[in-house]
C-alpha cells in the first residue's frame, strides 16, 4: 500500500471513531492515522492515560464499549485501531504554534435520532498536531451546519454542497484540505 494513500472510508471510519470518544469519559491524548512501514498499512492510534493506570485490555474494551454504544463497531477496521500508552512513541507529535495553520479534514456525520430528528457532527482532524481528543461541534439543523461551514470555516460553497450531498447519500463526508489556526479552531471550539 502507498504510505500517502488513506481511503475516504478510512477517513469516515476515524471520524466515526473521534466522534464516538468524543461522547465517553474516556480521557484521549490522541486519535489519529498513522502510517506504520514495518506493516506497510495505515492504523487508527488512539492514545489514552487509561492505558498506564488500568491497563491495555480495560483500555480497549472501552474503546469498543464506547464503538458498541455509538452503533459504530461493525463499521470499524478494528484490526487496525492500535490502543496505546500517551508514552508510547506512535502518540508523540511536535506541538504547533498557535499562529500557525494546520490543514486537515472536516469530517460531516449524520445521526438519526428517530424521535429527536437528525443530527449532525462536525470535527476537524489535523493532518498534524499534537492529536487528543476531538471536540465535536453539533448541530440540529442542516442549515445550521451550512451555515457554519460558510460563515465560521469560510469553505467554497461547491464544497460545501458536495459534502452535505455526500453526508445525505451515506451518512458521513469529509472536506478537504481546510486550514485552520489553532486559535480560530479553539474559538469556535474545533480544537
Not at 122 to 142: C, E, Y
Request: glycine fraction near 6%.
Amino acid at each position: 500500500m502507498d504510505q500517502t494513500t488513506l481511503v475516504n472510508r478510512d477517513l469516515t471510519a476515524g471520524a466515526l471513531v473521534m466522534d464516538a470518544l468524543s461522547r465517553t469519559k474516556i480521557p484521549i491524548t490522541l486519535c489519529r492515522w498513522i502510517y506504520l512501514p514495518e506493516l506497510d498499512d495505515w492504523h487508527l492510534v488512539i492514545a489514552s492515560p487509561w492505558y498506564d493506570t488500568k491497563g491495555p485490555l480495560k483500555t480497549f474494551q472501552a474503546v469498543i464499549d464506547a464503538l458498541e454504544r455509538a452503533g459504530i463497531y461493525r463499521k470499524i477496521p478494528i484490526g487496525r485501531v492500535r490502543v496505546t500508552s500517551p508514552d508510547n512513541p506512535l502518540a508523540k507529535v511536535p506541538q504547533p504554534r498557535v499562529r500557525e495553520p494546520r490543514d486537515g479534514f472536516v469530517h460531516i456525520l449524520k445521526q438519526s435520532r428517530p424521535k429527536n430528528g437528525d443530527q449532525y457532527s462536525l470535527i476537524f482532524a489535523p493532518i498534524a498536531g499534537p492529536g487528543g481528543a476531538l471536540p465535536a461541534r453539533r448541530f440540529s439543523t442542516i442549515d445550521g451546519l451550512k451555515l457554519f461551514l460558510a460563515h465560521d470555516l469560510h469553505l467554497k460553497s461547491s464544497s460545501i454542497e458536495d459534502a452535505i450531498d455526500e453526508m445525505t447519500r451515506t451518512g458521513a463526508s469529509s472536506i478537504h484540505p481546510v486550514s485552520l489556526e489553532i486559535r480560530h479552531a479553539r474559538k469556535l471550539g474545533l480544537a
